[in-house]
């Protein structure tokens, strides 16, 4: 896997990317700001970049911006935004357009190698990766008309560990439950979402577009 990384925080970017060379991902290069990290993608088409939300010259969402063009103008480019802050808002400007290969989490997930390393394994593999903190904002907040409202607590649970990019086998693990019965569960909630006629990874996208979406 070929990795860029953009972040202006010198020690973050060295520290991220040492982390995954020591894991036996290729970084072929970086940058401290968004100029610089859109020019290595055109320049290396690389299967994933990583970019930091906040990067100057405002610190604002310059990050974003970048994010969404990469995406864009290089759909076979994954992208994995990191924020130093919780913000679920940029989550679903991120994901809103093009669902698919596109990852948001927290920057202290960065410490969890397994667990960065997964995340980018199924983003170049075209799903939707997001923070479990993100995910129980937005569950949290108040539905007029909830979309969700007929998923039952175990099919809601799971719906929630998809958000986070866990793969069947990974929710087995988290949940103590046999593959069958994941299967059944996840069966079950595409037929409530009204997501019966697409692929499979296509509707575990959709499914969690749902889920972030709504009201």
Same mark, same amino acid.
């Given at each position: 896997?070929?990795?860029?990384? $953009?972040?202006?925080?010198? &020690?973050?970017? !060295?520290?991220?990317?040492? &982390?995954? +060379?020591?894991?036996?991902?290729? %970084?072929?290069?970086?940058?401290?700001? +968004?100029? $610089?990290?859109?020019?290595?993608?055109?320049?290396?088409?690389? *299967?994933? +970049? %990583?970019? *930091?939300?906040?990067?100057?010259?405002?610190?604002?969402? !310059?990050? &974003?911006?970048?994010?969404?063009?990469?995406?864009?103008?290089?759909?076979?480019? +994954?992208?994995?935004?990191?924020?130093?802050?919780?913000?679920?808002?940029?989550?679903?400007?991120?994901?809103?357009? =093009?669902?698919?290969?596109?990852?948001?989490?927290? #920057?202290?997930?960065?410490?969890?190698?397994?667990?960065?390393?997964?995340?980018?394994?199924?983003?170049?593999?075209?799903?939707?990766? %997001? *923070?479990?903190?993100?995910?129980?904002?937005?569950?949290?907040?108040?539905?007029?008309?909830?979309?969700? $409202?007929?998923?039952?607590?175990? !099919?809601?649970?799971?719906?929630?560990?998809?958000?986070?990019?866990? =793969?069947?086998?990974?929710?087995? @693990?988290?949940?103590?439950? =046999?593959? #069958?019965?994941?299967?059944?569960?996840?069966?079950?909630?595409?037929? @409530?979402?009204?997501?019966?006629?697409?692929?499979? *990874?296509?509707?575990?996208?959709?499914?969690? &577009?749902?889920?972030? @979406?709504?009201?």
């Amino acid at each position: 896997m070929r990795i860029v990384i $953009a972040d202006d925080a010198v &020690l973050v970017r !060295e520290g991220v990317a040492r &982390l995954l +060379a020591d894991a036996g991902l290729e %970084i072929i290069g970086q940058a401290a700001e +968004a100029t $610089a990290l859109l020019r290595l993608v055109r320049e290396h088409r690389p *299967d994933v +970049a %990583i970019v *930091d939300i906040r990067m100057p010259p405002s610190h604002t969402d !310059e990050g &974003l911006v970048a994010a969404r063009e990469i995406r864009e103008h290089y759909p076979d480019t +994954a992208v994995l935004v990191l924020s130093q802050h919780l913000e679920p808002l940029y989550a679903l400007r991120l994901i809103e357009d =093009s669902p698919e290969r596109v990852g948001y989490l927290l #920057k202290e997930r960065v410490g969890r190698l397994d667990d960065l390393v997964d995340a980018l394994h199924r983003l170049v593999a075209g799903e939707c990766v %997001i *923070d479990r903190q993100v995910v129980q904002e937005l569950l949290g907040r108040r539905r007029v008309h909830d979309p969700l $409202a007929e998923l039952s607590p175990r !099919e809601r649970e799971i719906l929630e560990l998809m958000a986070e990019g866990r =793969s069947n086998q990974g929710i087995c @693990k988290a949940l103590w439950l =046999s593959p #069958k019965t994941i299967e059944t569960h996840i069966r079950n909630l595409f037929l @409530k979402l009204g997501l019966n006629e697409a692929p499979l *990874d296509n509707r575990r996208v959709l499914a969690v &577009l749902t889920l972030l @979406k709504a009201p």
